[in-house]
């Protein structure tokens, strides 16, 4: 089966090679070999490699600077979604996309189902809105979108490895309490996605975390918690939590982001590992990779 994947050198995409089955024929391309915002770039790479499924983990993703750049926010994630949908149409090929909690509001006091109406309260949202219904609109019975969360890795810039710079250059750290949600290793969302390439007669709505709930005051405990007792921080500082209000950012953030796992787990036939677990295989991987803090190396 022959595989084309977007967003190379990005979390998930770097994921996906390192978890992809030997059957796979995969060609990934990152910014670099295809701008997902030139229609006619996305057809002829489409068209030349025929593949028998795109999985789109391009996306803009910096949600505060969303709320100023929307023009680029919406031409990668709503446009961009557009004429990856469109080449696969004309070629017959089957469309995963990734999407986000963000698309709700968070004001549900349980965890969100896939047929919940969304409502994005932020600009980032509202654009990972408009790439699903590009998506399911263009593809109804070909094509999955797959709601995720807070996802983490050893690749790139995230939570977790600034929580790990900012645990060893500060003697104190303040963290939001009152917006919660549930952190995804993207590994994990990998193997999920490898499992639905699998199964080529599912469609739609899917929503894939890891299981269990967290605030991020939670997930910055854990990682110090967890950093300490594996060797990979000398020391453990204050973690005071701290309302969303004292951290003013310029996109608004829901609240409550749990969304519900059942049906991409009955789904895909994968059960959700919580995330206190996958963050210490993270953590593993991460020591293992000695990369480096400020000059200090995880061994």
């Given at each position: 089966m022959k595989v084309v994947i977007t967003g190379?050198?990005?979390?998930?995409?770097?994921?996906?090679?390192?978890?992809?089955?030997?059957?796979?024929?995969?060609?990934?391309?990152?910014?670099?070999?295809?701008?997902?915002?030139?229609?006619?770039?996305?057809?002829?790479?489409?068209?030349?490699?025929?593949?028998?499924?795109?999985?789109?983990?391009?996306?803009?993703?910096?949600?505060?600077?969303?709320?100023?750049d929307i023009d680029m926010a919406y031409a990668v994630n709503e446009a961009g979604a557009q004429y990856l949908a469109n080449a696969c149409k004309n070629t017959g090929a089957r469309l995963l996309h990734v999407s986000t909690d963000f698309v709700f509001d968070g004001r549900k006091p349980e965890p969100y189902q896939?047929?919940?109406?969304?409502?994005?309260?932020?600009?980032?949202?509202?654009?990972?809105?408009?790439?699903?219904?590009?998506?399911?609109?263009?593809?109804?019975?070909?094509?999955?979108?797959?709601?995720?969360?807070?996802?983490?890795?050893?690749?790139?810039?995230?939570?977790?490895?600034?929580?790990?710079?900012?645990?060893?250059?500060k003697p104190e750290l303040g963290v939001v309490y009152d917006q919660v949600g549930t952190p995804t290793w993207a590994t994990g969302l990998a193997e999920w996605l490898w499992a639905v390439v699998a199964r080529p007669e599912l469609n739609g709505i899917y929503h894939w975390t890891d299981?269990?709930?967290?605030?991020?005051?939670?997930?910055?405990?854990?990682?110090?918690?967890?950093?300490?007792?594996?060797?990979?921080?000398?020391?453990?500082?204050?973690?005071?939590?701290?309302?969303?209000?004292?951290?003013?950012?310029?996109?608004?953030?829901?609240?409550?982001?749990?969304?519900?796992?059942?049906?991409?787990?009955?789904?895909?036939?994968l059960n959700t590992v919580h995330w206190r677990k996958q963050l210490s295989s993270m953590l593993d991987e991460l020591k293992a990779l000695n990369q480096k803090i400020n000059g200090d190396e995880f061994k």
């Open positions: 190379k050198g990005g979390q998930l995409a770097e994921a996906l090679l390192q978890t992809a089955p030997s059957t796979m024929n995969i060609v990934a391309v990152g910014v670099k070999e295809l701008d997902i915002t030139d229609d006619s770039a996305v057809f002829q790479l489409i068209e030349f490699e025929k593949p028998d499924v795109v999985i789109n983990c391009a996306a803009y993703t910096a949600v505060d600077k969303a709320e100023s896939t047929n919940d109406e969304p409502n994005p309260l932020n600009v980032y949202g509202a654009s990972k809105l408009a790439g699903e219904q590009s998506v399911l609109g263009t593809l109804p019975g070909s094509s999955v979108v797959v709601r995720t969360a807070w996802v983490y890795s050893t690749t790139g810039n995230n939570f977790v490895k600034s929580m790990l710079r900012l645990m060893h250059e299981a269990g709930v967290a605030s991020w005051y939670d997930f910055a405990v854990a990682i110090q918690e967890l950093a300490v007792e594996k060797g990979m921080l000398k020391n453990a500082i204050t973690v005071r939590p701290i309302a969303a209000t004292e951290y003013h950012t310029p996109a608004t953030r829901p609240a409550f982001s749990v969304i519900d796992k059942s049906c991409a787990e009955q789904a895909s036939g």
